[in-house]
Antibody, heavy 121, light 107 residues
Framework: EVKLQQSGDELVRPGASVKMSCKASGYTFTDYAMHWVKQSPGQGLEWIGTIIPLIDTTSYNQKFKGKATLTADKSSNTAYMELSRLTSEDSAVYYC??????????????WGQGVMVTVSS | DIQMTQSPASLSASLEEIVTITCKASQGIDDYLSWYQQKPGKSPQLLIYDATSLADGVPSRFSGSRSGTQYSLKISRPQVDDSGIYYCLQSYSTPLTFGSGTKLEIK
């Protein structure tokens, strides 16, 4: 059974950084890309970026360049996203989602449960 | 960037109706189009990929189609459990872009 287990909700101070994880199980981690998606409160979905763990290659939405950093650890089948210089605009739920294929240009077939990030002093 | 114009923003339908939600792409996307259902407090779930292919475990009352650059999700004889928010996604080119969502209520 494919599962994406994300880390817990975060309460962080403005200006700080946060790093969240997405542990994959039930499939070969390097056979698929991993996407990250933002959902602001009561809003729709935004693609942040994608990492191809096999070759450690990333593609980012220009809007999130400098804000998000995607990495992957093949030894632990875990994808990570770090968000830096947090502001209230970064308060949202963040999802990891497996790509249906190894490359960026594919649909998202499995999703993590989401991490709620709250930026507040 | 490719814009995905999704409509309607919301709709209410009965169990006997056929529900249709559309997404119009601002340019050709070669069927790199998928549909997702999201229920309150839950993660989105894949329904349709490659415009017309039904994802594993998704009931056959869901179907996808294309006409030009307009893509449609159809739900035939919807169930109450089909209530939720539906999104389309184009994965033809980066940045990948979602439609704005359709809130569906089944009465």
């Amino acid at each position: 059974e494919v599962k994406l287990q994300q880390s817990g909700d975060e309460l962080v101070r403005p200006g700080a950084s946060v790093k969240m994880s997405c542990k994959a199980s039930g499939y070969t981690f390097t056979d698929y890309a991993m996407h990250w998606v933002k959902q602001s409160p009561g809003q729709g979905l935004e693609w942040i970026g994608t990492i191809i763990p096999l070759i450690d290659t990333t593609s980012y939405n220009q809007k999130f360049k400098g804000k998000a950093t995607l990495t992957a650890d093949k030894s632990s089948n875990t994808a990570y996203m770090e968000l830096s210089r947090l502001t209230s605009e970064d308060s949202a739920v963040y999802y990891c989602a497996r790509s249906l294929a190894i490359y960026y240009y594919s649909s998202f077939d499995y999703w993590g449960q989401g991490v709620m990030v709250t930026v507040s002093s | 960037d490719i814009q995905m114009t999704q409509s309607p923003a919301s709709l209410s339908a009965s169990l006997e109706e056929i529900v249709t939600i559309t997404c119009k792409a601002s340019q050709g996307i070669d069927d790199y189009l998928s549909w997702y259902q999201q229920k309150p407090g839950k993660s989105p779930q894949l329904l349709i990929y490659d415009a017309t292919s039904l994802a594993d475990g998704v009931p056959s009352r869901f179907s996808g189609s294309r006409s030009g650059t307009q893509y449609s999700l159809k739900i035939s004889r919807p169930q109450v459990d089909d209530s939720g928010i539906y999104y389309c996604l184009q994965s033809y080119s980066t940045p990948l872009t979602f439609g704005s969502g359709t809130k569906l209520e089944i009465k």
